[in-house]
């Protein structure tokens, strides 16, 4: 069974550009997490989805983040406009159901350098 | 909100002899509390978790202990083996609450040969 996907892996982009990063979670699984790592660091939730709902998103920087899973399956992640302190380690996670108890499993996460 | 603490950051042992990483946790509402092995380039992986209603819970060399009273758990690995290295991310959950997991720091531990 194929775990969840992430691209790209790597991406390196000045200040101030837009960035995106892609998910596509463990078929069947309808709730997804985006978290941040930071070097040296335990992962942050900024996002979590209920299928295609966004359940809980109070860690999210509005300003400048956003997220969307259309149709409750693949789900992006966006900043714009990108900056220095951005750089980190954005990791893609999904569970079967709802239920806290569920495993999540974690994609290999894309790692964001913002020169 | 929650609040997870982890000791060691880092930890170094000699291959075959133990490893201990303990947390502390600040919301007593909490009672899911997994343990996540992170190797390099890889997410984080589910490696054990316990619930409040237990005090203790064993996988062949790895173990964890939960004290609700003081708030504290830890993770005891046995037999250490060189591919037990890696970072390990303590966690901690009220399935009742915000239902989301607050992570600890990280311990990377690396095992001598």
């Known amino acids: 069974e194929a775990g969840v996907v992430q691209s790209p892996r790597y991406k390196i982009i000045e200040k101030k550009q837009p960035v995106a990063f892609w998910c596509n979670p463990i078929?069947?699984?309808?709730?997804l997490y985006w978290y941040l790592q930071n070097l040296g660091q335990g992962p942050e939730l900024l996002i979590r989805?209920?299928?295609?709902?966004?359940?809980?998103d109070s860690q999210l920087p509005k300003d400048r983040f956003s997220a969307e899973r259309l149709k409750g399956v693949d789900s992006t992640l966006k900043i714009q406009p990108a900056e220095l302190g951005d750089s980190a380690v954005y990791l893609c996670?999904?569970?079967?159901?709802?239920?806290?108890?569920?495993?999540?499993?974690f994609g290999p996460g894309t790692r964001l350098t913002v020169l | 909100g929650e609040n997870v603490e982890q000791h060691p950051s880092t930890l170094s042992v000699q291959e075959g002899d133990s490893a201990v990483i303990k947390c502390t946790y600040s919301?007593?509402?909490?009672?899911?509390f997994p343990w996540y092995k992170q190797e390099l380039g890889k997410g984080p992986q589910l490696i054990i978790d316990?619930?409040?209603?237990?005090g203790e819970k064993k996988d062949q060399r790895i173990a964890v202990t939960l004290n609700k009273t003081a708030k504290h758990f830890s993770l005891h690995i046995t037999e250490t083996q060189p591919e037990d290295s890696a970072v390990y991310f303590c966690?901690?959950?009220?399935?009742?609450?915000?239902?989301?997991?607050?992570f600890g720091q990280g311990t990377r531990l690396t095992i001598n040969p």
């Open positions: 078929s069947g699984h309808n709730t």
């Open positions: 316990i619930r409040s209603n237990v």
């Open positions: 919301d007593s509402a909490s009672n899911y």
């Open positions: 989805y209920e299928n295609e709902e966004a359940v809980d």
């Open positions: 966690a901690a959950s009220n399935p009742q609450g915000a239902q989301k997991l607050v």
């Open positions: 996670a999904s569970s079967l159901g709802v239920s806290p108890y569920n495993e999540q499993f």
